[in-house]
C-alpha cells in the first residue's frame, strides 16, 4: 500500500491545531511562514489525493499578512464545498451546474472563520454529498493518504484525506448520515458530530423537514476537536443545550457503556466486530460498566432513512434549474443522485410515515441513554473498501447495495440528533485505520469529549508519519 502524507521540518512541523496555536503565540513561528508551508504541502500531496475542490492560496496570503482576530488565529485550514464561503465557488461535489462565487459567508463559514481559521480554499465531497465515498465519473476519486488505492470516505472526504496527510492540522466537515465520521474512521482521524443545532448552519440545511445534517470538523487530536467547539460556543451558543464548555482531561465517573455490533439489520463483519470488542475491553479495564447491547434502531429504520435520503435527491433533481440557473443538466448528475431520485419518486406515498416513524427516533434514543450513558459502536460495518468499489458508475443498485453494507451505524445519530465521535483507536489486519465510535445522549459532548480523551491517553492513535508495517 501507498502511504502519502506531508509531515516535514517545516513551521507546520508535527503540530496539531493547538500546537500550532502555541507555536505562533510564543514567536517561534509566523503566520506568513505557517500559511507557505500549508500550501506546500497541499501542493506536494493533492496530486496523489485528489481532495481540493477550489484553492484560494491568494486569499490565504492577504489574511496571513493581516490575520483575523479569533483563538485560532492564523491557523491554515479548508472547508467542504457545500457551503458558502465568500468569493469562493459552491459546487457541492457535482459538475452539474457551474456556481459563481458566493456574494457572502453562509451562516457556518462566518461562525467558522470567527475563529480566526485561515482558509486555503474547499474541499471535494461526493456529489451532493450522497455516497460514503467520493468517487466522481469524471473529477475522480478522493484517494485515502494512508492507502491510496484506499477511498478516503466521503461526503468530507477532501477534508479527512487532508487533514490525515498533514498538510492542515483542522478542517471543516459535515455530517448528515455519516459524513463526519466516516472518512475519520477511513483516515485515521477525530470526527465529531455534534447534537442537532449545536453549531450555526447555512440555511439550506436549516431548513431541511427533518434536520439530519450537522457541522463540525475533522482533527488529528481530542484535544483539537474539544477547543473548536469551545470556540465555535463563543461565537454562536445554542442557547437550548448544556454548554460543551472547556473540556481539557478525562472524566472522573465511571460510565455506563452499551457495545452493539448489529443495527437496523446489519452485522458488523467478522474483524470490525472483534476490534469493537476490543475496544470495549479497553474501557472495561478504564474501569467503565460495559455490557453488549441490541440494535437502538427500529427494524424500520434503515428503509425510511433510505427514502427520506431519496427525497432529498429528489430536491435536487427537481429544482436544479430553478437553484442553479441555466448551466443546469440533469444528465451530468451520476447514477446515484438520480437513482435515489426514482427511488423517492416511485415511492413518494410511504414518506409522511416514514418521516413520522424517524421524528419518533429521538424518543428511542433518549430511552437508550435512560440505561447507557455511552454506546460503544463500530463506525462503519466493513473494513475500509478499494477506490472502486463505491463507484456509483456501474449503476444504482450494486452502488446502494454496498453502501447499505458498509454505512450501518452512522445514520442513527443524525436522525436522533444525538452527538457521536468516531476515534481511531483501532488498526485493521491491513494496517489501516479502523474507527469506533462513541454516541452520547442529546447535548452530552462534554461527556463524549472526556471519554474520548480518556481512550486518547490509554491508547494513543497510529500516526501516519510513522514506518509503515513489514
Not at 415 to 443: I, W
Amino acid at each position: 500500500m501507498t502511504r502519502v502524507h506531508a509531515f516535514r521540518d517545516d513551521a507546520l512541523a508535527d503540530h496539531d491545531a493547538v500546537g500550532l496555536v502555541d507555536a505562533l503565540r510564543s514567536g517561534a513561528v509566523g503566520t506568513r511562514e505557517v500559511v507557505e508551508a500549508a500550501i506546500a504541502r497541499v501542493e506536494a500531496v493533492d496530486p496523489a489525493l485528489g481532495a481540493v475542490a477550489h484553492r484560494a492560496f491568494d486569499r490565504a496570503r492577504a489574511e496571513a499578512r493581516d490575520p483575523r482576530g479569533g483563538w485560532f488565529a492564523g491557523v491554515p485550514t479548508f472547508v467542504k464545498d457545500n457551503v458558502d464561503v465568500a468569493g469562493m465557488p459552491t459546487q457541492h461535489g457535482a459538475d452539474a451546474f457551474v456556481s459563481r462565487p458566493a456574494r457572502r459567508d453562509g451562516d457556518l463559514a462566518r461562525m467558522y472563520l470567527a475563529t480566526g481559521l485561515v482558509p486555503l480554499g474547499k474541499t471535494r465531497l461526493s456529489e451532493f454529498g450522497f455516497s460514503p465515498a467520493a468517487e466522481h465519473p469524471r473529477q475522480g476519486p478522493v484517494r485515502n493518504p494512508w492507502s491510496t488505492d484506499r477511498t478516503a470516505g466521503a461526503s468530507s472526504a477532501g477534508s479527512a484525506a487532508l487533514v490525515a496527510a498533514g498538510a492542515v492540522p483542522i478542517a471543516h466537515a459535515n455530517d448528515g448520515g455519516g459524513s463526519i465520521r466516516i472518512p475519520a474512521a477511513a483516515c485515521g482521524l477525530v470526527g465529531l458530530k455534534p447534537t442537532r443545532g449545536r453549531l450555526a448552519q447555512d440555511a439550506m440545511h436549516r431548513s431541511m423537514p427533518l434536520r439530519i445534517v450537522a457541522d463540525g470538523v475533522v482533527t488529528r487530536s481530542v484535544r483539537d476537536t474539544a477547543v473548536f467547539l469551545r470556540e465555535a460556543e463563543r461565537v454562536y451558543r445554542a442557547l437550548h443545550l448544556p454548554p460543551v464548555g472547556d473540556v481539557t482531561r478525562p472524566g472522573r465517573r465511571r460510565l455506563r457503556v452499551a457495545v452493539v455490533t448489529e443495527n437496523a439489520g446489519r452485522t458488523a463483519s467478522p474483524e470490525v466486530a472483534a476490534l469493537t470488542r476490543r475496544t470495549a475491553d479497553l474501557l472495561a479495564g478504564l474501569g467503565h460498566a460495559v455490557e453488549e447491547a441490541g440494535s437502538p434502531a427500529p427494524p424500520s429504520f434503515a428503509d425510511d432513512f433510505l427514502l427520506y435520503w431519496g427525497t432529498l435527491a429528489t430536491a435536487i433533481v427537481r429544482t436544479g434549474r430553478l437553484a442553479h440557473g441555466r448551466s443546469w443538466d440533469v444528465e451530468r448528475c451520476d447514477p446515484l443522485t438520480r437513482g435515489l431520485d426514482r427511488l423517492a419518486t416511485r415511492n413518494l406515498h410511504r414518506l409522511p410515515g416514514a418521516v413520522r416513524r424517524l421524528r419518533r427516533t429521538a424518543a428511542h434514543g433518549a430511552d437508550f441513554h435512560e440505561r447507557y450513558d455511552v454506546v460503544l459502536s463500530p463506525t462503519l460495518a466493513t473494513t475500509t473498501p478499494l477506490v472502486g468499489h463505491l463507484d456509483p458508475t456501474p449503476g444504482y443498485d450494486q452502488a446502494m447495495a454496498r453502501i447499505l453494507d458498509w454505512v450501518a451505524f452512522t445514520p442513527w445519530q443524525n436522525v436522533t440528533g444525538e452527538p457521536a465521535v468516531s476515534l481511531p483507536v483501532a488498526t485493521a489486519a491491513d494496517g489501516l485505520p479502523q474507527g469506533m465510535m462513541l454516541g452520547a445522549g442529546a447535548g452530552r459532548e462534554a461527556l463524549l469529549l472526556e471519554l474520548a480523551l480518556e481512550v486518547e491517553q490509554a491508547a494513543p492513535f497510529a500516526r501516519i508519519d510513522a514506518p509503515s508495517p513489514a
